[in-house]
T-cell receptor
Framework: AQSVTQLDSHVSVSEGTPVLLRCNYS??????LFWYVQHPNKGLQLLLK??????LVKGINGFEAEFKKSETSFHLTKPSAHMSDAAEYFC?????????????FGAGTRLAVHP | SAVISQKPSRDICQRGTSLTIQCQVD?????MFWYRQQPGQSLTLIAT?????????ESGFVIDKFPISRPNLTFSTLTVSNMSPEDSSIYLC?????????????FGPGTRLTVT
């Protein structure tokens, strides 16, 4: 079965410093991986996705993630945090068992950005 | 992408009652799903809403508690039946848009349910 583990429940950074949100996955085949963001009282927004093309994936708002098969990781990064990045971030893997694509969500990482 | 709306956006209900949540999409979609997000938790898939047939439920969720309808390609409802305080959650629908990857899901804004 597919699964994802987000290694940090909370991350706190200062505005203008780099962001690193860590995610490890478990999959019996080449996975599709996603990062979603959820701002307070707002819906989920797709940040980026990896589907076996380039291992470095660029998303919206300056975020990117690198797929590392040897480390089974898909960490999310951003060079310089902005106050508006404060939100909950979910690492997600797609499970293709049963003939449809079921999304398996990680527990989430809450990102706080301080002035 | 797709524009997804949910009604109601929030509600406060008494235990023992039922609430029906609507999900409307502005374009035809191939698949629709319903998720639950309990307070402070991640998202859990409740079921896949199948057009014209019974929904496919995930382990731990049953039709009697969460009946789902999907009468056409752009609309679905989820009912939370005989509610208890443990049902207090955000309920979200998601869709896979025709022509896009089967992996890529777009989410509605959610319905915040509080059961007293």
């Amino acid at each position: 079965a597919q699964s994802v583990t987000q290694l940090d429940s909370h991350v706190s950074v200062s505005e203008g410093t780099p962001v690193l949100l860590r995610c490890n996955y478990s999959s019996s085949y080449s996975p599709s991986l996603f990062w979603y963001v959820q701002h307070p009282n707002k819906g989920l927004q797709l940040l980026l996705k990896y589907t076996s093309a380039a291992t470095l994936v660029k998303g919206i708002n300056g975020f990117e993630a690198e797929f590392k098969k040897s480390e089974t990781s898909f960490h999310l990064t951003k060079p310089s945090a902005h106050m508006s990045d404060a939100a909950e971030y979910f690492c997600v893997v797609s499970d293709r068992a049963g003939g449809y694509n079921k999304l398996i969500f990680g527990a989430g990482t809450r990102l706080a950005v301080h002035p | 992408s797709a524009v997804i709306s949910q009604k109601p956006s929030r509600d406060i209900c008494q235990r023992g009652t039922s609430l029906t949540i609507q999900c409307q999409v502005d374009s035809q979609v191939t698949m629709m799903f319903w998720y639950r997000q309990q307070p402070g938790q991640s998202l859990t898939l409740i079921a896949t809403a199948n057009q014209g047939s019974e929904a496919t439920y995930e382990s731990g969720f049953v039709i009697d508690k969460f009946p789902i309808s999907r009468p056409n390609l752009t609309f679905s409802t989820l009912t939370v039946s005989n509610m208890s305080p443990e049902d207090s959650s955000i309920y979200l629908c998601s869709v896979v848009v025709q022509g896009s990857s089967r992996d890529e899901q777009y989410f509605g804004p959610g319905t915040r349910l509080t059961v007293t």
